[in-house]
């Protein structure tokens, strides 16, 4: 919900100039008025459930950015995860929105690539992306582009390599995988 509410002020801060788009299924359990809300906001909607992977090239050649701020469990794995939209939207070329002080901001920081908040306010999205012009959003896009396409996505080798490096893992360790399974 926090994010909701800290992007529609923003929307309405820029009088149009920026438009969310949400995909997927919201967690109307956490949000039972999600749909009435997205409704009542002008520059916020609301385009239903996706195909993975399917749909991923098209929802990200609609859209600049792709948030990648969780505050469902803040201070917890908020903190710490990297989210499938970064991923997602990276490998399509969305210029990724952070938080500065958690494990995506650093991740994104070490990549040299998206925009990154020192804090979670309308005016601190104002100062990252309000002013912000056409070059220097072509620039900021041009470097998550730039990026090895593996970073964002593994194909089945990378998969098998993956298992046979877990199953090494228990490989001689009888005991000690008997007692972590039991």
């Known amino acids: 919900r926090r994010s909701l509410e800290l992007l ?7 009088d149009g100039r920026f438009e969310v788009v949400l ?9 039972p008025d999600f749909h009435a809300f ?3 906001e002008p520059w916020l909607s609301f385009r239903g459930p996706y195909r993975n992977p399917e749909d991923m090239a098209a929802i990200y ?4 950015f792709s948030w990648a701020i969780d505050f469902f469990e803040q201070g917890q794995n908020s903190e710490w995860l990297l989210p499938n939209r970064l991923y997602e939207g990276c490998r399509f070329g969305a210029v990724p929105i952070s938080m500065a002080s958690t494990e995506t901001g650093r991740f994104l920081k070490q990549q040299d690539i998206g925009v990154l908040l020192s ?10 992306l309000g002013r912000m012009g056409q070059e220097h959003f072509g620039k900021l ?4 582009l730039a990026r090895n396409p593996r970073t964002w996505s593994y194909d089945r080798s990378d ?3 993956f298992v046979d490096k877990l199953r090494g893992l228990t490989a001689g360790r009888g005991s000690f995988a008997t007692e972590a399974l039991a």
């Open 8 to 14: 529609a002020e923003f929307t309405r801060r820029q």
């Open 159 to 161: 998969c098998l390599a």
């Open 38 to 40: 997205v409704e009542a």
């Open 141 to 144: 896009k041009s470097r998550v």
């Open 119 to 128: 804090e979670a306010t309308s005016e601190g999205l104002d100062t990252a």
């Open 61 to 64: 050649r609609e859209v600049h």
């Open 23 to 31: 995909r997927g299924r919201p967690a109307l359990s956490e949000f």
